[in-house]
């Protein structure tokens, strides 16, 4: 055990650097949220890909809640909604609801390809549309499914960090 203390000591912290500071480009409905955000999940209609990548985020090694984002279980104590995949034609009026439910100032993220402009799902005929389509968004990050980096970048515009 104290072979094992030593080489602690010896070696140090080891974890990866914190990623860089983003552009000063936050959403204008950002700036009203004083440097945490509370973020509620909603799938409106994916494959999970974007659930796993956003669970890494949130997960030990990108850890987003050290930029002040923290996600929350209840749209009512939320700042912002992480809307992930394609609007399904059953998933647009909860969308609408989820969104009324979160009190203002509020924000809307929408994470991937499928989210942003349908992806691969754009024409299909139970999707109702991309996220934008149903509710305004503010912010969105790209990617199929998007690298955690991404989307932990996209929750240091919100807090501002």
């Given at each position: 055990?104290?072979?094992?203390?030593?080489?602690?000591?010896?070696?140090?912290?080891?974890?990866?650097?914190?990623?860089?500071?983003?552009?000063?480009?936050?959403?204008?409905?950002?700036?009203?949220?004083?440097?945490?955000?509370?973020?509620?999940?909603?799938?409106?209609?994916?494959?999970?890909g974007c659930e796993v990548e956003i669970g890494?985020?949130?997960?030990?090694?990108?850890?987003?809640?050290?930029?002040?984002?923290?996600?929350?279980a209840s749209p009512r104590h939320a700042d912002a909604l992480l809307v992930t995949?394609?609007?399904?034609?059953?998933?647009a009026e909860p969308l609408r609801r989820t969104f009324e439910a979160v009190p203002a100032p509020k924000l809307v993220v929408a994470v991937g390809d499928c989210a942003r402009n349908c992806g691969v799902f754009a024409g299909a005929y139970g999707v109702a549309g991309a996220v934008g389509d149903i509710v305004p968004v503010d912010l969105e990050i790209a990617g199929c499914p998007p690298r955690p980096e991404a989307i932990v970048d996209g929750l240091r515009k919100l807090t501002g960090r």
């Open positions: 055990m104290l072979r094992l203390w030593r080489k602690i000591r010896t070696v140090g912290r080891v974890a990866e650097p914190a990623p860089l500071p983003p552009a000063t480009d936050q959403p204008p409905a950002a700036a009203a949220l004083a440097g945490s955000v509370q973020i509620r999940h909603v799938d409106a209609g994916s494959c999970n890494s985020a949130f997960g030990p090694v990108y850890d987003g809640e050290r930029y002040g984002a923290r996600l929350v995949g394609v609007v399904t034609r059953n998933m």
